[in-house]
């Protein structure tokens, strides 16, 4: 009998929670069709959407300082694996092996207190915090139901009340047709019954209203009190958390200080003691084929193949001068075997040119395209110079790849096809005829190669600037040189 008690309980009181929730969600379809009027409170509210946002914001940033902490942790195991090979590369025999030892072992020591402090000082102290938000989470929302209850049993008793004069009229109208068919003696009894009954229903329901409001009134004043004094405890915690962690990171960073250098004292003990065995600075190994040497050969093989070709040409006149036609006065002029042997000589100018175009040409001559395109045009188009001659109207339009009309927009003072500067950091001895020989702090003007293809990786061309400066020559004083030498300053 006490499990059939049981029983019945657990299903009465299931029956009546499934009675609870349709009732509720029948207020919530007549409120939301206009049918009935909601209780609002614009205070309790407000005090909703900060809670909301104190929770996401108080949820993120426990998602962030773990993240923070988990960096930490793999920032110690890096450290550690790092003091580590020092430890293995470190020889027996070297001074301050112990001291490098005992530093390794500071550092590990260092990182796990740093990391447990965050723990127990930040982390622990936001979960204390996040704590609190489930239980005020939960309440809010049984608010929420008492307050669809208390809606539901207003509008039931109102209803009640407002229908009270149409139960009286229907009530009299059974008892009227009764009067012919029943004693008289049983119709005062049937509508006191009748009376009885409405006024049963309008008690209960005035009961159910009474007691409806005192549960919603009961814990909106307990939520009315904690959700504002929740709400401002936010910037006292955010204080707390972020001066804890800002207070051990400094401690943090002043001890690593002190272990680092400590370990720097040792290791520049041991420099002064191999002090002849420093490791130099190395530039990068070019692998391509040097590109001035490559013209150098090539303008070599060019003047020794200069007699071959006056021969096959006519007999020049008696003062040694070219045959030249007047077509071609205006517009070539002819390469020197004295410019030949030193790109800065002076190179004779074209009566059609202007100073700036011939000794453009001068410059695309002396690369390795230009020198191949002119051998083999002045071959093909006149078979009667006795020197090549240098098509200006092909060549001089271009400089390092740039078109000379756009040159004016270059600055004046700089070579053509600037780039940017850089500074050299270390002193670099050149170990071939087209590199630049570099002191600490000279300033290169960086200028494109000529031909792309002939630049090695690390390496770039450029011209010192205070050669550039005294002789503005550019074949004479560019070079090439390693990148990492030098920093860039413009």
């Known amino acids: 009998m006490a499990e059939l008690g049981s029983k019945g309980v657990t299903a009465g009181k299931i029956a009546s929670n499934v009675q609870k929730k349709l009732t509720r969600a029948q207020e919530k379809v007549l409120q939301k069709l206009g049918k009935a009027d909601e209780t609002k409170d614009e205070q309790f509210e407000q005090c909703v959407q900060n809670f909301n946002k104190q929770l996401s914001e108080g949820t993120r940033l426990q998602k962030d300082l773990r993240t923070y902490l988990a960096s930490v942790k793999a920032m110690h195991e890096a450290s550690k694996k790092l003091t580590e090979c020092l430890q293995e590369v470190y020889e027996p025999d070297w001074p301050g092996r112990d001291d490098t030892n005992k530093i390794a072992e500071n550092n590990d020591l260092l990182w796990t207190d740093f990391h447990q402090k965050l723990v127990d000082q930040a982390l622990l102290t936001m979960d204390t915090y996040l704590g609190q938000f489930p239980d005020i989470k939960s309440r809010i929302a049984k608010r929420g139901r008492k307050l669809v209850d208390y809606d539901s049993a207003r509008h039931h008793f109102e209803a009640l009340q407002t229908a009270k004069k149409k139960d009286e009229t229907k009530i009299a109208k059974p008892v009227s047709l009764l009067e012919k068919a029943a004693p008289q003696w049983c119709q005062g009894k049937l509508q006191a019954h009748l009376v009885a009954q409405t006024n049963l229903l309008r008690n209960q329901a005035e009961e159910e209203l009474v007691k409806a409001q005192k549960v ?118 002819e390469l020197e075997p004295s410019t030949l042997e030193a790109p800065g000589a002076s190179i004779p100018k074209s009566p059609s040119q202007p100073a700036e175009a011939a000794h453009a040409g001068a410059e695309a001559a002396g690369s390795e395209a230009a020198a191949g395109a002119e051998a083999s045009k002045t ?74 293809e002939e630049q090695d990786e690390g390496w770039l061309m450029g011209v010192k600037e205070s050669d550039w400066i005294q002789h503005k020559e550019l074949d004479q004083c560019r070079g090439v040189f390693p990148e990492n030498f030098t920093e860039r300053v413009q």
């Open 216 to 333: 919603f009134e009961e814990m909106n004043v307990d939520l009315q009190e904690e959700l504002p004094s929740l709400w401002n405890s936010r910037v006292g915690f955010y204080v707390n958390t972020f001066q804890s962690i800002a207070g051990l990171e400094e401690n943090f960073h002043k001890e690593m200080s002190k272990l680092n250098q400590n370990l720097h004292d040792v290791l520049l003990g041991l420099d002064k003691q191999y002090s002849g065995n420093a490791f130099p600075v190395k530039a990068q190994p070019r692998k391509k084929t040097k590109l001035f040497a490559r013209l150098r050969k090539k303008m070599s093989r060019y003047r020794d193949s200069t007699p071959a070709k006056a021969n096959k040409s006519p007999s020049p006149p008696p003062d040694g001068s070219p045959i030249t036609s007047p077509e071609t006065k205006t517009v070539n002029h």
């Open 379 to 452: 071959e093909a188009d006149s078979g009667s110079s006795s020197l090549p001659a240098v098509v200006v109207e092909t060549f001089p339009a271009t400089v390092n790849g740039t078109v000379e009309g756009g040159a004016s927009s270059e600055r004046s003072d700089m070579p053509p096809g600037f780039l940017f500067k850089v500074q050299a950091m270390h002193d670099y001895v050149a170990t071939d005829s087209d590199e630049l020989q570099l002191k600490a702090g000279d300033v290169v003007l960086v200028i494109p190669f000529e031909n792309p």
